[in-house]
């Protein structure tokens, strides 16, 4: 993602002043935060491993004073939501949030909600997948009229459910083309869209399909 981040930076015509890691389960970011300070940065991009990086990393961000626009490639919804006022203002991108606005989208989450009460987890772009997943697998099968591997791998591409993210179809190498959310983390830990950007192309993942 951070290959891809500066490749982008670069071809729009701004430029990357640097670039810091932290090993894996590194939690003392002042070194870095010192380099970002001194460096003229205009915004700051990071992607870490996940929930206890994002979280030291944007309390030190904070209390060091630090209030660049922010882009967190790896932040989702439950974790901003879990950091309270601090998270406030981050940017991130998703093909879910639970602020979409649709039908859909606010059928799932009252049902969710219903079926886990007091329990329920934030739900995000790792979780929704699954519950989009079992459906479709639901339509190959009927399409396909079997639950043979090969003949359902056949029916996959050109089948189609309608759920929390909206149509979603395996018709690219049998991965999704997906609507992207650029979100902005309210003081609250909501999330606002910001923009969206529809069925963004996933790529060259399997060519030999």
Not at 35 to 54: E, H, M, Q, R, W
Not at 186 to 207: A, F
Request: some cysteine; hydrophobic content about 40%; overall charge negative.
């Amino acid at each position: 993602m951070l290959e891809f981040a500066r490749a982008y930076i670069e071809k729009s015509g701004a430029s990357v002043v640097g670039e810091e890691y932290l090993p894996m389960d590194g939690s003392d970011w002042t070194a870095v935060i010192s380099k970002l300070k001194a460096s003229g940065a205009d915004a700051i991009i990071t992607s870490t491993a996940g929930g206890a990086p994002n979280v030291t990393l944007t309390k030190q961000l904070r209390s060091s004073g630090v209030t660049l626009p922010y882009g967190n490639l790896a932040v989702d919804e439950g974790t901003a939501k879990s950091m309270g006022a601090e998270a406030g203002g981050i940017f991130l991108s998703a093909s879910y949030v639970t602020s979409i606005d649709s039908a859909e989208n606010k059928a799932f989450l009252v049902a969710m909600e219903k079926k886990f009460g007091a329990d329920l987890r934030t739900p995000n772009d790792l979780s929704v997948p699954q519950y989009e997943a079992i459906y479709l697998y639901k339509a190959a099968v009927e399409k396909a009229g079997s639950t043979e591997t090969a003949s359902v791998l056949e029916a996959l591409p050109s089948v189609s459910f309608t759920g929390p993210r909206g149509t979603i179809s395996m018709s690219k190498q049998h991965h999704a083309p997906l609507t992207m959310y650029l979100g902005q983390v309210q003081d609250d830990g909501s999330v606002k869209v910001v923009d969206s950007y529809k069925d963004v192309d996933p790529g060259e993942q399997c060519p030999n399909l």
